[in-house]
């Protein structure tokens, strides 16, 4: 059973931007009052926290990506959105997006199948 779906992903160049969206399923939940994370998983490296953004609307963001990156929603489409700007190579990676707490089911973690992101000349 698919709950999240991330998509907007893609190659671009550095300096690019790209808008990522994440839906979930509403015949599964609503995300009116969760808080939504997108994370990034690359090569080699454990998967870090990006972007949050409470039910308020509140975002917090990595340093990493402060300035540069956007979190937002759409309640009624039940979406989440990550706006990249200024891209660096170093944004490269598999994005995803989450509850927080993170989705659980069967007892386990769930994770959608993300999105890659490249940056590359």
């Known amino acids: 059973q698919v709950h999240l779906v991330e998509s907007g992903g893609g190659l671009v160049q550095p300096g690019g931007s790209l808008r990522l969206s994440c839906v979930a399923s509403?015949?599964?939940?609503?995300?009116?009052?969760?808080?939504m994370v997108w994370y990034r998983q690359a090569p080699g490296k454990q998967r870090e926290l990006v972007a949050r953004?409470?039910?308020?609307?509140?975002?917090n963001y990595a340093d990493s990506v402060k300035g540069r990156f956007t979190i937002s929603r759409d309640n009624f489409k039940n979406t989440v959105y990550l706006q990249m700007n200024s891209l660096k190579p170093e944004d490269t990676a598999v994005y995803y997006c989450n509850t927080a707490p993170t989705t659980r089911v069967n007892g386990k973690d769930y994770w959608g199948q993300g999105t890659q992101v490249t940056v590359s000349s």
């Open positions: 509403k015949s599964i939940y609503s995300i009116y009052s969760v808080t």
């Open positions: 953004i409470t039910d308020g609307g509140i975002a």
